[in-house]
């Protein structure tokens, strides 16, 4: 997601709109909204939506009543209602869309929780709000200093200032609880504000803070994700994963949200495999399940005693056998059933497809037969020595 002025130029170097997260059309922006109502227009007598959505720092938004009727579209900077004093933040999403973002975050129109718009924003508001975003840098890292010498067993990992410089909010993460009475203090004393402390998890602090995962894309959580369900290890054993924490976990040391992303197929695919736990009865002897491939809908399954000799199952064998069981018979052997499965995959080896094209390996000649007819071809190229001597 870029605008045209961050594009790759000339010389293949990405120029950057440098406008360090207040795009004026906020599609560089973390959790940026796509609003593909914004060329369609209203029916006759129909009022334009009068609620706007209001972005702030690190994807923080919240819905505000145009109280006003101001002129906003995306990008406007405005000043907005707040606890104490006023807030100022940049117009994410105007019109209809919102009533639909609205319902889907569960918003009520008449909530109070929405809060109206004071003007757009003046010079002098952009300033200060400026100035209030160029010193956090400098504050948290202060503001951790004055944590370690208290000895409290938190982490400050981001810092946002009010729109008019009146408020500060610390957001840190810790795994107990924290008594930070003094360090409100000394935090107020020391930078001259009003000072709130907002507990988060570590979900939510990787998705203000940003990053890169291992798959080598922006973290979901920073860019589109909007809730955080949990995650289980079981997610990883129904698709089959190892249960390496050092590959699970992700930048913040929980389980990757991308384990669920795919759970719901793989359990929607388990439901035609019998269960791993099932033991398959015959009268050769009682079978254990040692692997399943969800892909390739295969079971293996080995005698107890003949570890090392694995049979293949479709789940319609297995299944069929399971049947039998639990109606107290005993199948012949998982020979029987395995040679159904191999006469079935013999089948489909002739296969061709609508198109009728060959393999991509077609060209491909084996390395040996090539090396054969080179040397073949370089031994009758040589002149034999004793014909010449004889000669």
């Not at 990008?75 to 100022?88: L, M, P």
């Not at 919102?98 to 569960?106: E, I």
């Not at 949990?230 to 590959?247: H, I």
């Not at 002897?285 to 107890?304: H, M, N, P, R, S």
Request: charged letters at 30%; a positive charge; hydrophobic letters at 30%.
């Amino acid at each position: 997601m870029a605008c045209t002025s961050c594009s790759t130029g000339k010389d293949g170097q990405p120029k950057g709109c440098k406008n360090n997260g207040t795009c004026g059309t906020d599609s560089c922006n973390k959790l940026s909204v796509f609003d593909w109502l914004s060329n369609m227009s209203l029916p006759g007598g129909v009022e334009p939506f009068n609620i706007v959505e209001v972005r702030f720092k690190n994807g923080r938004k919240h819905f505000y009543r145009n109280t006003e009727n101001l002129s906003l579209s995306i990008g406007d900077v405005v000043a907005t209602e707040a606890s104490s004093g006023h807030d100022v933040g940049q117009v994410s999403l105007t019109g209809e869309l919102v009533r639909v973002q609205m319902k889907k975050k569960k918003v009520a129109q008449d909530s109070e929780e929405v809060l109206k718009i004071y003007r757009k924003a003046s010079q002098r508001d952009i300033d200060i709000w400026q100035e209030g975003r160029e010193r956090e840098e400098k504050i948290k890292q202060r503001s951790r200093q004055i944590a370690i010498r208290l000895n409290l067993s938190m982490k400050i990992s981001d810092i946002e200032f009010q729109g008019d410089g009146s408020k500060a909010t610390f957001y840190y993460t810790a795994e107990d609880r924290v008594d930070f009475r003094q360090l409100i203090k000394e935090f107020a004393r020391e930078f001259n504000t009003r000072i709130e402390m907002k507990q988060i998890g570590l979900r939510q602090e990787a998705a203000r803070l940003g990053g890169i995962g291992s798959c080598g894309r922006e973290l979901c959580c920073s860019t589109w994700l909007t809730d955080f369900r949990s995650v289980s290890t079981s997610a990883a054993r129904y698709q089959q994963l190892s249960l390496n924490p050092q590959k699970l976990a992700g930048q913040c040391g929980k389980l990757k949200c991308c384990l669920n992303y795919e759970l719901d197929t793989y359990l929607e695919a388990l439901k035609s495999f019998p269960k791993t736990d099932v033991k398959l009865k015959t009268k050769k002897g009682t079978a254990v399940c040692q692997k399943i491939d969800i892909f390739k809908g295969a079971l293996w399954y080995a005698y107890e005693g003949e570890w090392m000799n694995w049979h293949q199952l479709s789940p319609e064998q297995a299944n069929k056998i399971v049947a039998l069981n639990k109606k107290g018979e005993a199948a012949t052997s998982l020979e029987e059933y395995e040679t159904e499965v191999i006469l079935s995959e013999e089948k489909t080896k002739g296969f061709n497809n609508s198109g009728g094209e060959d393999s991509l390996t077609r060209f491909d000649k084996p390395k040996q037969q090539q090396s054969k007819k080179r040397n073949k071809k370089r031994k009758k190229r040589k002149p034999n020595p004793t014909k010449s001597k004889n000669a």
